[in-house]
């Protein structure tokens, strides 16, 4: 568990969110980009459970998003250089 992800469990017990569903949204939240994201949602007001879920899946989702985009610019760099190679010869 990030730091991060650690402050999130304690702030999200402060709030009286149950511990083991606490728990369970941290194990999600791993990383300090995710948890901070979270942090940022519990911290401005009492949410139900269903509405944490909801966020966390928004919070996973938007980070494959992000990292396939990655993927995408770096494989469409990797053929932009092999072209460009190919070209010189």
Same mark, same amino acid.
């Given at each position: 568990?990030?730091? @991060? #992800? @650690?402050?999130?469990?304690?702030?999200?017990? $402060? @709030?009286g969110?149950?511990?083991e569903? /606490? $728990?369970?949204?941290c =194990?999600?939240? !791993? /990383?300090?980009?995710t =948890?901070?994201?979270?942090?940022s949602?519990?911290?401005r007001g009492n949410h139900?459970?269903?509405?944490?879920a909801?966020?966390?899946?928004?919070?996973?989702?938007?980070r494959?998003?992000?990292? !396939? @985009?990655?993927?995408?610019e770096? =494989?469409? =760099? #990797?053929?932009n $250089?092999?072209?460009?190679d190919?070209n010189?010869?």
């Amino acid at each position: 568990m990030s730091e @991060k #992800s @650690k402050l999130l469990y304690e702030l999200m017990l $402060r @709030k009286g969110y149950p511990e083991e569903f /606490t $728990r369970l949204i941290c =194990a999600e939240m !791993n /990383t300090d980009f995710t =948890a901070e994201r979270m942090m940022s949602y519990i911290s401005r007001g009492n949410h139900r459970l269903e509405d944490v879920a909801d966020e966390m899946l928004a919070i996973m989702d938007l980070r494959d998003h992000i990292k !396939n @985009k990655h993927i995408s610019e770096h =494989a469409q =760099a #990797s053929i932009n $250089r092999l072209y460009r190679d190919i070209n010189e010869d």
